[in-house]
């Protein structure tokens, strides 16, 4: 179990990277936003939202990744191999898009501009997660 929360706060981490580095990548918790100018809240319960709603998302991201990812992997795998590898970003991409069509019905939102927006956003999320995973002995290989 605390393996599986290491993995939701890397992907949450890796998509808050992302969200900074990427003009095209928004993430935006109405909730949040929305109970803290109601309660006339500080910035305190603010950033707290804003934390949850990327720990949301990261769950999100993780469970595109777990679930719909390695069966688009497999369909995908004669293209892939044709293009050397290079399919794997557009299906990454792919993933990085399916969950900001899913978290459109949900109280935090991630949305993307266009395609190269979630390409690019896609490689910075592996490149953070691979870095952070590997410092936090996540990656057993």
């Given at each position: 179990m605390m393996r599986f929360l290491l993995h939701v706060i890397v992907s949450a981490l890796a998509l808050w990277v992302?969200?900074?580095?990427?003009?095209?990548m928004d993430i935006t918790t109405t909730a949040a936003a929305g109970a803290a100018a109601n309660a006339g809240a500080g910035t305190a319960s603010n950033t707290v939202g804003i934390v949850l709603g990327y720990l949301f998302l990261g769950l999100i991201f993780g469970l595109v990744n777990a679930v719909v990812k390695p069966i688009v992997s497999f369909?995908?795998?004669?293209?892939?191999?044709?293009t050397l590898g290079l399919?794997?970003?557009?299906?990454?991409a792919a993933m990085l898009g399916l969950t900001?069509?899913?978290s459109g019905y949900t109280p935090v939102h991630l949305t993307l501009d266009s395609f190269v927006t979630a390409l690019l956003g896609a490689i910075?999320?592996?490149i953070v997660s691979a870095v952070t995973g590997?410092?936090?002995?996540?990656?057993k290989d």
């Open positions: 992302a969200a900074w580095i990427l003009p095209g369909l995908s795998l004669p293209v892939t191999c044709l399919f794997a970003l557009v299906i990454n900001a069509w899913i910075i999320v592996a590997w410092a936090l002995g996540l990656r």
